[in-house]
């Protein structure tokens, strides 16, 4: 009875894990509006960058957490190892970026490999840059939304339903706002994004959560939690810096201070959501 009991409960947190995922998807249509404002287009943009930088404190604190209780435990030799993991995702989020960018936009792609691959290729290499910067926001986004999974399914593995489901709720809460914060920057673009791009950025996006949430239950090694968290990190700070590029563009500074004010709001607003519950 007892096991039936816990499998019950663990396939709801599953299902309601993939459920806070998906809720990302509530704000991506907006991706879709047509020819809207200029202070209107700006606006999206910042909160978009508020959001942003929100989570790249909340992201940088998680992942720091495993660093400094190594050093307080005494244990230098995990210490050395986190924080060269730490460091390195970091690395790899925000400078890898770079390259990876560089290369899809430039024109050798379709010189470099052959057959199918290179047709994807040189497909994504033509994209509008605020579509490959889409799909950064949704990248980085997805690599902290795992780490979320984790929490959620390592809680269901020891039993806690309760705190699970808390931060399910809080999660679902805060990926709603993620999904505005992917498609802010394409908000009235020549390009409208097509519902498939809108799908497939709320899967790499949202989809992560529900991945976390079934890896969590099995296993989950502070290790990985680390390398996740740094390479969202180095991810999300990248996408700020080039928000910010387009921010300036807009020359609307009073609307792009008061946007990034209210990202960063909506941000901590669905964080106390979590503290609120004892999460």
């Keep these: 009875m007892l096991l039936a009991t816990i499998h019950m409960s663990t396939s709801r947190v599953l299902l309601l894990g993939a459920i806070a995922g998906f809720t990302i998807f509530l704000g991506l249509p907006i991706g879709r509006m047509r ?26 604190a998680h992942a720091n957490e495993p660093v400094e209780t190594a ?20 690395a790899i989020g925000l400078i890898g970026l770079v390259y990876y960018d560089r290369f899809m936009g430039g024109e050798a792609v379709g010189d470099t490999l052959g057959g199918e691959t290179d047709e994807v290729l040189t497909g994504m290499a033509a994209w509008a840059p605020a579509k490959r910067l889409a799909l950064f926001i949704a990248l980085g986004i997805g690599l902290h939304n795992f780490s979320e999974g984790l929490a959620i399914g ?13 931060l399910i709720i809080g ?95 909506l941000g901590f607003a669905t964080d106390y959501v979590l503290v609120a519950a004892g999460a």
């Design 35 to 60: 020819n809207p404002a200029p202070r209107l287009r700006a606006g999206l943009n910042a909160v978009a960058i508020g959001i942003l930088v929100f989570l790249l404190f909340d992201v940088l």
């Design 71 to 90: 050093i307080v435990g005494g244990d230098w030799g995990r210490f050395a190892g986190y924080a060269a993991l730490f460091a390195g995702g970091v």
């Design 171 to 265: 999660f679902g809460l805060h990926n709603a706002t993620e999904g505005f914060g992917i498609v802010g920057p394409m908000a009235g673009e020549a390009e409208m994004p097509s519902w498939q791009f809108l799908i497939a950025m709320g899967l790499i996006g949202g989809g992560p959560t529900f991945l976390g949430t079934v890896v969590g239950h099995e296993w989950v090694n502070d290790g990985l939690f680390i390398a996740f968290l740094a390479l969202a990190a180095g991810s999300i700070l990248y996408v700020i810096i080039q928000l910010l590029r387009v921010a300036a563009r807009h020359g609307l500074d009073e609307v792009v201070m008061w946007g990034i004010f209210l990202g960063i709001v």
């Design 154 to 166: 390592q809680s269901a593995a020891r039993g806690e339903v309760s705190l699970a489901l808390a």
